[in-house]
T-cell receptor
């Protein structure tokens, strides 16, 4: 079992729809959770971080964390073609190392 | 960008030759990381550093060594490059906060594309 697993892609949604990206992790000691966006040929950039159970909203993005279920998700509302990218889930323990999922590629079709 | 540069940005080399990649930061962040990214494998940690001369192995450290003699520089060396080390290499940095290591965000450099023939 991988330490961090993301829903297999690619994921395609029409412009204006909600895109839902999911991630599960195996280490119950994990404390910090991150979503990075990576455009093709570019480096990952942070879009959301979440540390406590519940929802965290930032503009069109909402991260959801459920530590009991070891599950973290990212919702993108009103998806735009510019949201087309690979989204990486990262989980970090207090030991200081992060483990990344393999990524989910999202395509938003106009 | 968070003041991270990588050099070279592209390199083609032959099997068996030594290769050194450099990561340089201007943020004075304590932690530095080297990842490789391959299709189907996401980002995998090679080595990381938690201070000058303090380094530790990641999940895919075989065939790689690192050094950090200054806060701002973190070097990744492939002693004898192999074709399996063809990849995109990313350096990342993170700082510290009152909440401890677990709250820190990583910022990534632009990447180095390495091809080993």
């Amino acid at each position: 079992q991988k330490e961090v697993e993301q829903n297999s892609g690619p994921l395609s949604v029409p412009e204006g729809a909600i895109a839902s990206l999911n991630c599960t992790y195996s280490d119950r000691g994990s404390q910090s959770f991150f979503w990075y966006r990576q455009y093709s040929g570019k480096s990952p950039e942070l879009i959301m971080s979440i540390y406590s159970n519940g929802d965290k909203e930032d503009g069109r993005f909402t991260a959801q964390l459920n530590k009991a279920s070891q599950y973290v998700s990212l919702l993108i509302r009103d998806s735009q073609p510019s949201d087309s990218a690979t989204y990486l889930c990262a989980v970090r323990t207090n030991a200081g190392k992060s483990t990344f999922g393999d990524g989910t590629t999202l395509t938003v079709k106009p | 960008d968070a003041g991270i540069t990588q050099s070279p940005r592209h390199k083609v080399t032959e099997t068996g030759t030594p290769v050194t990649l450099r990561c340089h930061q201007t943020e004075n962040h304590r932690y530095m990381y080297w990842y490789r990214q391959d299709p189907g494998h996401g980002l995998r940690l090679i080595h990381y550093s938690y201070g000058v001369k303090d380094t530790d192995k990641g999940e895919v450290s075989d065939g790689y060594s690192v050094s950090r003699s200054k806060t701002e520089d973190f070097l990744l060396t492939l002693e004898s490059a192999t074709s399996s080390q063809t990849s995109v290499y990313f350096c990342a940095i993170s700082g510290t906060s009152g909440g401890g290591l677990g709250t820190d965000t990583q910022y990534f450099g632009p990447g180095t594309r390495l091809t080993v023939l």
